[in-house]
């Protein structure tokens, strides 16, 4: 398997008989292309500092870790992968042993590990190897001194950004209560940069206390309850937010925080909820977004007309395709994503352009069929099919740097701009 997890959802059949069209939705499915959940490890890690992953799994999985996040170069990496070995495969109380062994190891060598992720791959799930038992065991083991979690970064289970899903959702049993304080809870990982950038807004329109899910550090876990509101700051989190509501918080719907339009309807929504005037919501986010006006203005001349399809990868399509049209200019070809979460997105579909061709799941050969037909000037895909599609002329952007550059907030929406005009000016300079 290369790095690029490729996994055969279904086959057979005519795969136009699978589709059906569901308001403006089609629903497709075949072989899809996608990094499975191992993926979201790579800015988890960095996020919170205190953690570490633990990715139970074979060569490949290990392969994809270290490719992915290129930790050769560490000393001290925060994340590894325990290789199932044949005998591991034959028997699965040895492998349980072996695995306390290698966990017993790890916590004596790195005293520095506040939180223990085990973390399922395929070859574990296929043993049938029971992480969340082993971590109840662990965690018996080493209690009042590391937080030990499993969950599944399987690309059986998981596309991609889901392991983010998947990592914060087993978390948030481990939450302490809040029992009603009203506070503001901002799910999703963010770049510290811009964790500061919002906090300061939230600040300045009198929004307070602001918790982040994940903190920075695994130790310091933000309060949930019934006086919590959520704020998703990442469209992926179906399971989080639903886990989150379970423990009686509040999820205040709305656009995500990616351009100025979202980034502003984001911030009015916590507003909303903590009866602050939109006049005061202006005034504070006036300076932020004339600075946002200027940085865009040159991208916007350059990404004006231009046409563009996403392929179905990392959740964030609609959103960004949202903020590429109606700031950019851009014109939409085809929207593909993993899966509509209409919980999730209700309000960015209402800002999609009605006549939108938008495709739910993947019939891989069938979109790249529509994308040669359609050539658009730019296609948004996983790194597995960039190099192929730019060999045939097409102009490409890895959907993984969307989830590894800081794009959320007034500040960065020049920067996401900057990821599309990018390949395209390449593209024009080596035309000439
Ligand atoms: Fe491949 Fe599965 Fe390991 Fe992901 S978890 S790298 S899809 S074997």
């Known amino acids: 398997m290369s790095t690029a997890a490729v996994r055969q959802m279904s086959q057979g059949g005519d795969p136009a008989a699978t589709c059906s069209v569901d308001h403006q939705v089609q629903h497709e499915s075949g072989q899809r292309q996608a990094f499975c959940g191992l993926a979201g490890i790579v800015w988890l890690h960095r996020k919170i500092q205190d953690s570490f992953f633990l990715v139970v799994g074979s060569r490949t999985c290990a392969h994809l870790l270290q490719s992915a996040a290129g930790v050769m170069i560490f000393a001290e990496p925060r994340f590894a992968t325990a290789v199932l070995q044949d005998r591991d495969l034959a028997g699965l109380a040895d492998c349980n042993d072996e695995l306390d062994r290698v966990v017993n190891e790890l916590l004596e060598r790195r005293p520095d590990i506040g939180t223990l992720f085990l973390v399922a791959s395929c070859p574990s799930e296929v043993i049938k190897l029971d992480l969340h038992k082993a971590a109840e065991r662990l965690a018996a083991a080493h209690a009042g001194k590391k937080r030990i979690i499993a969950y599944s970064g399987s690309g059986l289970d998981t596309t991609f950004t889901q392991g983010e899903d998947t990592c914060l959702s087993a978390l948030v049993p481990e939450l302490p209560a809040n029992d009603g304080e009203r506070a503001l809870l901002v799910a999703g990982t963010l770049a510290d940069v811009v964790e500061d950038q919002l906090s300061r807004l939230f600040e300045r329109l009198g929004i307070s206390p602001v918790y982040f899910l994940p903190p920075r550090r695994a130790a310091a876990l933000p309060p949930v309850g019934p006086g919590t509101k959520v704020l998703a700051a990442q469209p992926f989190l179906g399971e ?3 886990a989150l509501t379970e423990r009686g918080a509040e999820l205040l719907s709305g656009l ?9 309807a984001w911030l009015g929504a916590a ?8 006049q005061t919501v202006d005034e504070v986010c ?49 929207v593909g994503v993993p899966y509509v979460d209409r919980r999730m997105l209700s309000a960015e579909l209402e800002l999609m352009p009605p006549r939108l061709r938008l495709t739910e799941g993947q019939d891989l050969d069938r979109q790249l069929d529509r994308l040669r037909a359609d050539r658009p000037d730019i296609t948004v895909c996983g790194l597995g099919l960039a190099n192929p599609l730019e060999a045939e002329g097409l102009t490409t952007k890895w959907s993984i740097e969307l989830v590894f550059t800081p794009i959320h907030g007034f500040d960065q929406a020049a920067d996401l701009a900057e990821l599309f005009a990018r390949p395209l000016n390449r593209r024009q300079r080596l035309a000439f």
């Open 256 to 264: 995500y925080p990616l351009g100025i339009e979202g980034t502003r």
């Open 240 to 242: 989080t937010i639903t």
């Open 286 to 334: 006036a300076a932020p977004i004339a600075r946002a006006e200027r940085g865009l203005a040159r991208y916007k001349e350059q990404l004006q007309g231009k046409r563009i399809s996403f392929l179905p990868d990392s959740m964030l399509e609609i959103p960004i395709g949202r903020f590429l049209q109606r700031e950019c200019g851009m014109d939409l070809v085809e």
């Open 271 to 278: 507003a909303d909820a903590w009866r602050i005037s939109q």
